[in-house]
């Protein structure tokens, strides 16, 4: 059996194991919603307002965790599980000279985006980590969203997001970078007391201990720093020895397009068409930096086929 028959056959197997989890959903969700109301109805018999409240909240909390366990948990881990299976796929057919390794939850960002400075945050979320390796660099990929946290007076916790999107970390082999920070952002007040200056040919803000090697090491850098500008909108970069941390604002859902339902067949074309282009792209970020590409290879590259490849390939 060739490899596409293979991954083909996995993927109908976890395709299977939704059904499963689909048809006990559908044997025990009516029960989820009947026991709660069936306690709400008989407690008011036996107790008093407080009392019927009390176990009415009781069992609607117990029919909400048994769903969680029982339904969502596994049809997540399955879930993951075919965005292991797809990834390896992929990168063996298209990347093969690259090393991967894939994580669902939350791994290092919270160390990335601290040692970089880039961002100050109470909450660090992360899922979907890529971190992986090719003979010219390393590099650590995941999907991030970063949150301030404040209480009011009656100690209420209230939420901010500050920024979501996408975490690069890249370590070039044979690169001293120097010391610099790269912000496409800059408030009004930064720009009068802070020592960053403004580089108004390709739209950034910069600080750095060492012009003269920023502008060495890093100006073919800058084409591509300011397409990302242009297309992402909040940019932030930092570099530092032989490492690049960059981080992109985005609304991409890195592996969750489209968002994945216990009602919707793994065997579905339009996920493994978005999955192959979305890694393509940010593939083709990591290599950019790694490889300094001009401004017309940029352009010319991000007319990505990965769609028609994956068409092709699960057409076979």
């Known amino acids: 059996m060739d490899v596409t028959k293979q991954i083909r056959k996995t993927i109908v197997e976890l395709d299977n194991e939704r059904k499963e989890i689909k048809n006990k959903s559908k044997r025990v969700l009516p029960w989820l919603i009947t026991i709660p109301a069936l306690v709400l109805l008989v407690s008011t018999f036996f107790t008093n307002p407080m009392g019927v409240i009390f176990s009415t909240v ?4 117990a029919s909400g965790i048994f769903y969680s366990t029982s339904i969502q948990a596994p049809f997540k881990k399955l879930h993951q599980e075919l965005r292991a299976v797809l990834l390896d ?3 063996k057919e298209h990347h ?6 894939y994580y669902p939850d939350k791994q290092s960002s919270r160390e990335v985006i601290q040692n970089s400075g880039l961002i100050r945050a109470d909450i660090y979320n992360e899922e979907d980590v890529v ?3 090719t003979d010219q660099a390393s590099f ?3 999907e991030i969203k970063l949150q301030n946290e404040t209480r009011s007076r009656n100690n209420n916790r209230r939420k901010t997001t500050i920024f979501k999107g996408l975490l690069f970390r890249i370590k070039i082999k044979n690169k001293h970078f120097p010391d610099a920070q790269i912000e496409s952002q800059h408030g009004f007040l930064q720009q ?4 960053f200056k403004e580089n108004e040919e390709f739209g950034f803000w910069y600080d750095t201990n060492n012009f003269d090697g920023f502008d060495k090491q890093l100006k073919p850098l800058f084409p591509f720093i300011k397409y990302l500008i242009e297309r992402q909108g909040d940019v932030r970069i930092r570099t530092f020895k032989d490492e690049i941390v960059l981080m992109i604002e985005s609304d991409m859902k890195f592996l969750d397009e489209p968002n994945p339902s216990l009602n919707d067949s ?3 074309k339009e996920y493994y068409e978005t999955i192959g282009k979305q890694l393509n792209s940010l593939l083709f970020i990591i290599e950019s930096f790694v490889n300094d590409l001009s401004t017309q290879e940029i352009e010319d590259r991000l007319e990505l086929k990965a769609i028609e490849v994956v068409k ?5």
């Open 192 to 195: 009068i007391f802070s020592s």
């Open 312 to 316: 092709e390939k699960m057409n076979r």
């Open 89 to 91: 796929e992929f990168m």
């Open 58 to 61: 009781i069992a609607i909390a």
């Open 266 to 268: 793994f065997l579905n």
């Open 131 to 133: 971190i992986g390796h």
């Open 140 to 142: 650590y990929l995941s």
């Open 96 to 101: 093969p000279d690259t090393s991967f390794s």
